[in-house]
Each structure stands twice: as structure tokens, then as C-alpha cells.
């Protein structure tokens, strides 16, 4: 799945959880954040925390990886 956007990401985060059959409350208590944090997080707010997001993440199973460009010399 590609991800674009803050609101991308947490569509994923919200997905998982709820497939997880956790509450908001009881993926904050797991993941070590706020639930605050797990609600603005869900709706794609742009300026969450990213180790904060990656904890969340790393709860729900979710692996993220990075690929790179292939550049030439």
C-alpha cells in the first residue's frame, strides 16, 4: 500500500486497529502515547510526531519500509 498523505496513514492506522479490536484508549495504553495523539493520528493530522506515529504502528504489526530511487552516475 502506498502511502502519500497524513490522512493515507492514518486511514491504515484506523483500519488495523479496528481490525485488531481495539478502542483508541486501548491502542494508546499499548502503544505508550496519549489518546489524544491515536485520535489526531487517525484523522491524518499532519504534524503528529513521527516516532510517536512509528510506535503506533509498530503495535498494530504494520512494517514500514522506505524505497529508494535508483539514481545514476
Known sequence: MAIKTAKDFGKLIRTMRKKSGLTQVDLAAASGVGTRF???????KPSCQLEKALLV????????EATLPTIEE
Open 57 to 64: 504502528a509498530q503495535m498494530l504489526g504494520i512494517k514500514l
Open 38 to 44: 491515536v485520535r489526531e493520528l487517525e484523522k491524518g
